[in-house]
């Protein structure tokens, strides 16, 4: 039996990509990124400890993974450009594979410096170069499972199906933080570096997992560059709703600009409120230790550390499953809501002293994110066609990697200057957004319509 019918009509191939995705597909690829999100913050959770055990200045830790996020910003573009060709399955498989060994390499690399095996010098150099393969391998998965949502999924539902799968990464970070004391496995000499194991063991069940029970996708753009070699042969049957072209000529669409006057409003938004984010993530774990005393006992750290953050994680999800979808909030008014919330709990997180208040401002702050992120992702989707959904998800995966690559080192040294120095400057970047997004983002009625 072939992969694909081949009387399979242009219009049918229309309503396939616009109908609903099945459940169990959708939580497999909520799955996909719900294991790179937990693992990332199980290790966000343990590496100021780890940082303070090395004895290596704070703002240090945080440049660990500039190099790893410089290289997203530059792949992860040339990853959604290659799904178009190769298959949205194809390149979350690869991101899976660079998590795993990623993440084992890192682990590796922590256990030796931790030992006395490697100076703190060498073993962040080490560090640095393991995480690298998530910026360069990591970065294929996110963008190939939003543009396999986004030309799925009708425009007016498009906000919440996206929504849904940002969720994934609020769910991760409430289950990261939340295993990674438990994944401190002194009994086996791991240590501090048990999560970066255990969740190694986790992204490679998902990839076995995404391999046997997502379809194959055939990209439409077989009729333009011949056979691809992941067209068929695998057992798995092919996926005809899936393509990067466009459905009604089958012609790959030219290249997407950062520049272009759809886009830039949205990536404005996401490039200023996602520094004032990533900045927030990169100072919360300083914060409590210092703010705790903790600084003296770095193990002690991992569990006030995880409770702050998995406090965010479940803002987000309130966000991202309730907020949204129950009062059906478009790209804009999500985005610029997002904002204010994201910056009142900034200013709340920067006040805090006890953990119960640190917890409180962010949580905030992350519900007010929680809201922003899908807002800018629909946003960027929506202000394009469905045939530059790849090209789309790929600058959306860019802009988030572009945020880290200095902005939680920026954010660490402002703090360890003055606190306010750190915090004001992020409160004035989300200023900068809901000043500039009132002004230029496009009304939700008319990214939501449906065009023809």
């Known amino acids: 039996m072939a992969d694909t019918d081949p009387a399979l009509t242009t219009a049918a191939r229309g309503r396939a990509t616009t109908g609903a995705i099945p459940p169990s597909r959708m939580a497999l690829l909520f799955t996909v990124m719900l294991v790179t999100a937990a693992g990332n913050t199980a290790m966000q959770s343990v590496m100021p400890s780890i940082g303070t055990a090395l004895q290596v200045d704070d703002v240090w830790i945080s440049l660990a993974y500039s190099w790893s996020a410089l290289l997203w910003v530059v792949c992860a573009p040339i990853w959604a450009r290659r799904s178009d ?24 690399s922590l256990y030796a410096g931790l030992n006395g095996w490697l100076s703190a010098l060498w073993t962040l150099v080490a560090f640095a170069a393991a995480r690298s393969l998530y910026g360069g391998f990591g970065s294929a998965a996110p963008p190939a499972v939003q543009a396999y ?47 970066f194991i255990c969740f190694a063991v986790i992204g490679l069940a998902a990839l076995v997992l995404l391999r046997l029970r997502l379809p194959n996708d055939e990209p439409q753009f077989a009729a333009k560059a011949g056979p691809t070699p992941y067209s068929s042969g695998s057992g798995a049957p092919s996926d005809p709703g899936e393509g990067g072209a466009d459905p009604e000529n089958g012609e790959e669409p030219p290249r997407l600009s950062w ?41 002690e750290g991992a569990g006030p550390v995880g409770l702050v953050l998995m406090s965010g994680a479940i803002a987000t999800l309130l966000a991202q499953w309730g907020l949204i979808p129950r009062f059906d ?23 805090g002293e006890s953990l119960h208040t640190i917890a409180l401002g962010y949580a905030i702050a992350s519900l007010g994110f929680g809201l922003f992120r899908p807002g800018t ?33 920026l954010g660490v040294w402002l703090y360890g200057v003055s606190d306010w120095l750190g915090f004001g400057l992020m409160i004035a970047l989300c200023a900068i957004v809901l000043i500039l997004g009132w002004r230029g983002l496009q009304a939700d009625e008319v990214l939501t319509r449906e065009r023809a």
């Open 149 to 195: 949502v986004a030309a799925r999924t009708p425009r007016a539902e498009r906000t919440q199906a996206l929504s849904l799968i940002a969720s994934s990464f609020g769910l991760g970070t409430v289950i990261g933080p939340a295993l990674a004391p438990l994944m401190v496995l002194p009994l086996l000499g791991f240590g501090l570096t048990g999560p």
């Open 259 to 299: 520049l272009d006057p759809r886009l830039r409003p949205w990536i404005i938004a996401g490039f200023f409120g996602g520094h004032a984010q990533a900045m927030v993530l990169g100072v919360s774990g300083f914060l409590v230790l210092d703010r705790l005393g903790l600084r003296d006992t770095p193990t």
């Open 377 to 409: 992702t629909a946003g960027t989707s929506l202000a394009v066609s469905r045939a530059e959904q790849g090209q789309a998800s790929g600058i959306v995966a860019s802009l988030a990697g572009a945020s880290y690559i200095y902005a939680p080192a």
């Open 85 to 108: 060709r190769r298959g949205r399955k194809a390149m979350m498989a690869l991101g899976l594979i660079g998590f795993v060994v990623s993440m084992l390499l890192c682990g590796l």
């Open 329 to 351: 909030l478009g790209p804009r008014a999500a985005t610029l809501w997002g904002i204010v919330t994201a910056a009142f709990g900034t200013l709340v997180l920067g006040l």
